[in-house]
């Protein structure tokens, strides 16, 4: 036989063989719509991961900036960005991530009037929510001080919370202009304004802070400065001709709704605060530990290496969000259903990966923070935990994602509160401290206790889910805001 007839031996089934044949052809078709939505959702998450990887590394260069100030201006900047930017930061984070519903499913539908129409509606509902956080900032100095913190420390963060209220109003336009791009795959458009705003970010910080000497007020300033930056790109991309089809201008629609939108923006922003502030009160937990400077250190850099993997889960959260949105809005249950899988899958190999070397480096990865050797042993220790901490993450926020595009952030924020709060933080509290266990104690308690389990509840619905039914839900709930919203 010939090399070509060899060759054709090897590609395809005997003639005869029908039945072969048919499987070598469904084979075939699977794994070209495997390949053809792996395209679709790393066309999301490319440059959803480059964006938060920008914007986390504003905030490092903030406090890289600060902690060349001095001791006391790190804290505060830290505190404030942390406790008092970070509370806040989620829940509008949260709120805005109902966007993912209403215009990946509206846009999924060719309901695309309605994109810019619920963006604006997601304007007034941030901003009015905005102005009833402004205590936090008003008044975080002397809560702070209830709080225990000392008193010089204090009263500066309370005055550089004061100098970052525009940045929290900046969170009300910023995060639904984003999320009005990501639903039309516009990701690349975020990408770029994050590089720009990055680079301003550099260059401000560098003059405010060493050429006018502006010290802590400066840096503060600058984190307004350049988060106003990419609000001002994002919005001109819009209304000067990039989103033709999904922006006509300010309408009056946006007012009407408001009720039925705000509630399923607070949903949204409760589910995603629940898995926001858990691993904050970890920490908080290990510091009222005897003797929990090490502990407390080591821990920090674990959260630190986790936050910045977390980008990834994180870039995958938004892309399943508007994919699973879309296909639900499209009427196409069963494209929704292979979005999931491919995510999960995805997600899930790259865990794999990073686990394994946390696993593989786990006496040095704490070389870049400390060369402390007490406090590289304790990372070392924990390494394990923080292994599989990354792994559980890699599935975790994919299903969570899921439950954004679905619209079922209502439910999933009870499962998150008796997950994490019923379950995990007791769990945590009883192995920390009951058994004597310490740091360790409390980190396995609160992930195979609230992470764990939560996972495995999610994934259990995932699986059980009738995405036909699903697809006629989100067909009804498009036509039901597009007529009453």
């Not at 919005?235 to 309408?251: D, E």
């Not at 821990?299 to 938004?318: H, K, Q």
């Not at 870049?368 to 390494?383: D, G, K, Y």
Request: charged residues 10%; aromatic residues 12%.
């Amino acid at each position: 036989m010939s090399r070509n007839g060899v060759l054709n031996e090897a590609k395809v089934p005997l003639i005869g063989d029908a039945a072969a044949a048919g499987r070598f052809e469904a084979d075939q078709a699977i794994t070209e719509r495997v390949w053809v939505e792996s395209k679709k959702l790393w066309q999301i998450v490319g440059p959803a991961i480059f964006s938060r990887l920008a914007s986390y590394s504003m905030l490092v260069i903030t406090q890289i900036f600060a902690g060349h100030l001095g001791d006391l201006e790190l804290a505060a900047i830290s505190i404030a960005n942390n406790v008092i930017v970070g509370f806040n930061f989620g829940l509008l984070l949260g709120m805005a991530s109902a966007l993912e519903t209403l215009c990946g499913q509206a846009f999924g539908a060719k309901k695309l009037y309605m994109l810019g129409v619920y963006m604006q509606r997601s304007w007034i509902v941030l901003f009015l929510c905005c102005i009833l956080l402004l205590p936090l900032y008003l008044f975080a100095s002397p809560a702070l001080k209830l709080l225990g913190q000392p008193k010089d420390v204090a009263e500066l963060s309370g005055v550089v919370s004061m100098w970052m209220i525009p940045l929290h109003f900046c969170f009300a336009f910023q995060f639904p202009l984003q999320r009005f791009l990501q639903c039309q795959l516009k990701n690349m458009v975020i990408a770029w304004v994050s590089l720009v705003a990055l680079l301003v970010h550099v260059f401000v910080s560098w003059l405010f802070v060493y050429r006018f000497q502006l010290g802590v007020i400066g840096i503060a300033v600058t984190l307004n400065f350049s988060w106003w930056v990419s609000v001002v790109g994002l919005f001109a991309y819009t209304v000067c001709g990039g989103c033709p089809l999904t922006w006509t201008g300010f309408t009056v629609e946006a007012f009407s709704g408001l009720w039925e939108f705000t509630k399923l923006s607070a949903a949204s922003g409760v589910m995603i605060c629940l898995e926001n502030w858990y691993y904050k009160i970890l920490i908080l937990m290990t510091g009222n530990l005897k003797n929990a400077e090490i502990a407390v250190d080591a821990l920090s850099i674990c959260m630190a290496i986790n936050g910045l993997e977390m980008m990834i889960p994180f870039a995958f959260f938004a892309g399943i969000g508007v994919r699973v949105a879309n296909e639900l809005g499209a009427g196409n249950g069963k494209g929704a259903k292979l979005a999931t899988k491919v995510a999960v899958v995805t997600s899930v190999i790259i865990g794999i990966i990073f686990s394994l070397l946390i696993i593989i480096f786990h006496n040095n990865i704490a070389l870049i923070f400390s060369t402390s050797q007490p406090l590289l042993e304790a990372v070392s220790r924990l390494s394990l935990f923080l292994a599989f901490t990354i792994l559980l993450n890699s599935v975790q926020p994919i299903l969570s994602g899921v439950a954004v595009g679905s619209g079922w952030q209502s439910f999933v924020a009870y499962i998150n509160l008796g997950c994490y709060y019923l379950i995990g933080i007791p769990l945590g509290f009883l192995m920390g401290w009951g058994f004597n266990l310490g740091v360790m104690g409390i980190w396995a308690g609160m992930i195979f206790g609230g992470t764990a389990v939560q996972t495995v509840i999610l994934s259990v619905i995932t699986m059980r889910c009738d995405w036909d039914k699903e697809a006629e839900k989100a067909s009804m709930h498009v036509k039901k805001w597009s007529e009453t919203m």
